[in-house]
Structure formats: C-alpha cells, structure tokens
C-alpha cells in the first residue's frame, strides 16, 4: 500500500469523525456558534431537561413517602401540624430573608430537608418537629434524595399562592387550639401493618435478639430520646399512634402501646420494620441510624405496652 493511499484513508476517516463531532456542536453549542435561532433549544438543553424532570420525578416519589403526611400531598399544609410548602414567599426567598437566611432559596430547603428542625419554629401554630431526613444526620436520604426532593418542591414555583403560614401570635391564640385529633388505629390482621410485614422477614433479621435490657433505665432515656426526635410526630409522645401527623396518614401509625398489637409483633420482626421501614406507609426505613440506635429505640417503643 503506497503512502499516498494510506495519507487519503487517513483523510477519509479524519473526515468521517468530524461529521458526527460537528453535529454534536451544533446540536449543543449552535447558539454559542450563532448557528441556531435564539429561540430554538439545543440538544444539549434538551437533555438537561429531560435530567432535571427525572429529578422531579424522583423528588415527587420522596415526598409522597416521607413528607404528605405532615405538609399535604400538594403541599398546602396542614393546620395544627405543620406550614405549607407550596407558598410563594417561601419558593421566591422573601421567607428565607426574612429570618436572616444568606443563602438562595434551594440551599435553604435543602438544609431544612437534610438537617430538620428539632425544636418547632412556631408550637403555638404547628405540633410536629421536623425530622432530619438527611443520612449525614441519621436519616434516611442520601444526599442526590434531598437534591431531588429540593427539586419537587421548586417545581412548584410558578404556581404558588401567598398564603400566610405565620400568622402572629396573638392572632393564633384569638383563633383557639388546634382540634384535637382522633388518635390512630392499630394495624389488624390482613391489614398493611406490622402483621403481614412479618410473615417472612429477610433472614439477616430472623432471630435478632436486643443487644441491651428491657429495664435499663440509661438505655431507655437513650431511646426516649431517639423517638422523640424521628418518632413521636406520628406515634405520639405516647406510642399510641396520635401524634400530630397522624391524622393525615393511611395507613394510621402503629400504636405501640396497644398490649394485643404488641403481642403478635415479635421483637426481631420489630427491628426489622424499624430498620427497613414499611411499605406502603409513611413509615421511612432508619437503618442508617445505626444498630446500636435502633435496639435502644426499640427497647423504649415496648415500653409503652410492656411488652418484651
């Protein structure tokens, strides 16, 4: 094969690349190039969209698991229990400069997400505390889950309402208590709940035993502690299954003071539930506190019925 040959099939395939390399420019740099209309949508903004509404996607599927059952499923909130998402002074920063906050307005709800709020920002108006769902926290989501959840609640920017979810305080009080409501029901037989879920358990939980007493007194203030930072929103400070979410959620939260229900809910199968969470419930997995967290919850949890 001459050298004149060989120097033309090296042009010819030289050629053959730049093609699909020069449409990939103009696909996604057209604009940049002056090549495309500055109307028209590159392919590279096409797939960005296609990433961020996958997000979206992702975001919704979080929220209907973890957050309805305390803001509602539009995030119109709920009165007594916690504020509307879905507002348009929080989703445009006027919330968020408002109580001091530097930062935009996705940094702020992806720290509200991931980190929670221990103490309610307003207890005369709302009764739930904001768990920390952030795995660096001792939550459940990872980093890319807070993202896209951030993602879902932005999405409803261009449609939000003002709505006043801090009145003063005086006007609360002139307003009354928040209702009282209905305390939750046990899970029966047949039913989604703790029964069924124990049918056949994964074979790393089968048997677990508690890695402490029952009567422990340091492990149950250790627990105490536990559930009434991630737990007691919707089991009640009580574990009667009427904390202040509990009345938004279907099904209702187990109420872990019911001797009966306790009864047929073996310590193992426990465990389990806690540690991967329910599905079908709003009842999130919680493995990522850690064992040695979860027996000394567990442990507190039976103590409302006594049972072991």
Not at 78 to 101: H, S
Not at 198 to 206: F, G, K
Not at 209 to 216: G, I, N
Request: proline share 8%; hydrophobic share 40%.
């Amino acid at each position: 094969m001459s050298t004149q040959f060989k120097i033309l099939i090296g042009i010819i395939f030289t050629l053959l690349t730049c093609v699909p390399l020069a449409t990939i420019a103009v696909n996604d740099l057209g604009r940049d190039l002056g090549l495309l209309a500055p109307d028209e949508i590159s392919g590279m903004e096409r797939r960005a969209a296609a990433l961020k509404g996958r997000e979206i996607e992702v975001g919704a599927d979080l929220y209907g698991q973890y957050c309805y059952g305390c803001h509602g499923k539009h995030g119109e909130g709920i009165p007594g229990v916690a504020p509307a998402i879905n507002r348009k002074d929080l989703l445009d920063g006027r919330r968020e400069k408002a109580i001091g906050w530097s930062g935009s307005v996705d940094a702020f709800l992806r720290n509200t997400i991931a980190a929670g709020r221990p103490v309610s920002s307003r207890p005369d108006l709302y009764a739930a505390k904001m768990p920390t769902w952030g795995n660096q926290y001792g939550g459940p989501m990872r980093p890319d889950q807070v993202d896209a959840l951030v993602s879902f609640v932005l999405n409803w920017q261009a449609g939000a309402l003002e709505v006043d979810a801090w009145s003063p305080p005086a006007a609360a009080v002139a307003a009354g208590p928040a209702p009282t409501r209905a305390p939750g029901t046990a899970p029966t037989p047949g039913a989604p709940g703790a029964f069924t879920q124990c049918v056949n358990i994964p074979a790393p939980y089968v048997g677990k035993k508690p890695a402490y007493r029952f009567d422990d007194k340091a492990i149950l203030a250790a627990g105490k502690t536990i559930y009434d930072d991630k737990c007691a929103a919707c089991h009640g400070a009580n574990g009667r299954g009427d904390g202040p979410a509990a009345a938004a959620l279907n099904p209702k939260p187990a109420n872990l003071a019911d001797k009966s229900f306790m009864q047929g809910l073996p310590v193992d199968c426990h465990f389990y539930l806690v540690s991967e969470g329910v599905k079908g419930s709003a009842m999130p997995p919680w493995k990522a506190l850690g064992e040695d967290a979860l027996w000394k919850v567990l442990i507190y949890e039976r103590s409302f019925s006594g049972v072991q």
